[in-house]
């Protein structure tokens, strides 16, 4: 079982170059390169993969090594859960330690998938890459926005389409092991959980998302969210950046017949079963983005905002 301390340790070994350090994309299910023998790389379907060798070098990491996600299957999710930590509004930035109940939550994953590589990032550990990514400023993007859901709704794209792998939110507490079942997918999409006033049947949520490294559907929802940013669009936070704007743009797809293959879970099969969603202390009541968004503009450099209104 991997500490909080040391799984950050080797998430910023990895962005800072250190050399020697553990890879954190340990190699994928025993087998599956054998079951997949043959497969060939599809370099107009990723074309960002031939970008890579470049990025890792840059940053100091061996493309070539047996490690790199350049060297495990191109179209399947490595074995690494990626987690976001910002303070809540007000709270300035800090090296503490999260939250028990964020605590509690990551050890529910490393309770069920004890070999697993699980990251919680801080924005500070992220700036180089967010700051020039696939020719988009993410990190400026990301100061604009006022509640850490949004900026939360725009780096797990990046997180998930630079380096492949699950996100998972905070609130996801885990039932039982089942990430293993899903490394073979190149896209995992999940029904949204159960709520008061419950979502259309199908609906996705964006808060546990697994996919490949590269994947495009992934890198079209954050160009979306990123040109809504631009031009200041109003409404619902989830509209702009969230899992409005990813049903959005799956509606799209499948209009078009263009959905990409993916393993859907139901509510059902995600949420009686393999996760628990359960509230968050740093997220409660009054201090949750839902109500904040009401009286407050999405936008820290709304210049009609002193009030107190939103744009």
């Known amino acids: 079982m991997r500490s909080i301390s040391s799984s950050r340790a080797v998430a910023a070994a990895l962005l800072r170059g250190r050399s020697g350090h553990e890879s954190i994309f340990r190699p994928l299910a025993r087998g599956a390169a054998s079951r997949r023998e043959g497969t ?39 074995y690494i859960v990626h987690q976001l930590w910002i303070e809540p509004p007000g709270e300035a930035p ?11 939550n990551i050890a ?33 993007a990301i100061r ?5 859901t949004m900026q939360s709704n725009l780096i797990r794209l990046v997180l998930l389409y630079r380096f492949g792998g699950f996100w998972s ?6 039932n039982r092991p089942f990430l293993k079942e899903l490394l073979d997918e190149e896209l995992v999409l999940v029904e949204h959980q159960p709520l008061a006033d419950p979502r259309p049947p199908g609906y996705l949520t964006n808060s546990f998302l697994g996919a490949r490294p590269g994947h495009p ?26 899992l409005v704007l990813m049903n959005r743009l799956f509606g799209r797809a499948k209009n078009a017949n263009r959905v990409p293959p993916h393993r859907f879970l139901t509510i059902e099969e995600a949420w009686s079963d393999r996760m628990m969603r359960v509230a ?31 744009s």
């Open 217 to 242: 559907f992934l890198l079209e929802c954050l160009k979306e969210g990123l040109a809504g940013i631009d031009r200041r669009m109003t409404g619902s936070l989830s509209s702009v950046t969230g």
């Open 169 to 174: 939110d905070l609130k996801n507490f885990v």
């Open 40 to 78: 060939k790389f599809d370099a107009e379907r990723s074309p960002h993969i031939e970008q890579m060798p470049n990025f890792f070098t840059r940053i100091g990491f061996d493309a070539s090594g047996p490690n790199s996600p350049l060297a495990a299957e191109r179209d399947m999710i490595p």
């Open 108 to 140: 529910t994953w490393t309770k069920h998938h004890p070999d697993l590589d699980i990251h919680l990032w801080r924005i500070s550990e992220l700036e180089d890459v967010l700051r020039d990514f696939e020719g988009h400023n993410v990190l400026e």
């Open 144 to 148: 604009i926005c006022r509640f850490p």
């Open 94 to 104: 800090s090296s503490d330690p999260a939250p028990k109940d964020v605590q509690r």
């Open 280 to 310: 968050a202390s740093y997220q409660s009541g009054s201090r949750h983005w839902s109500q904040l968004q009401k009286t407050q503009s999405l936008y820290l450099d709304d210049p009609d905002d002193s009030s107190g209104q939103k």
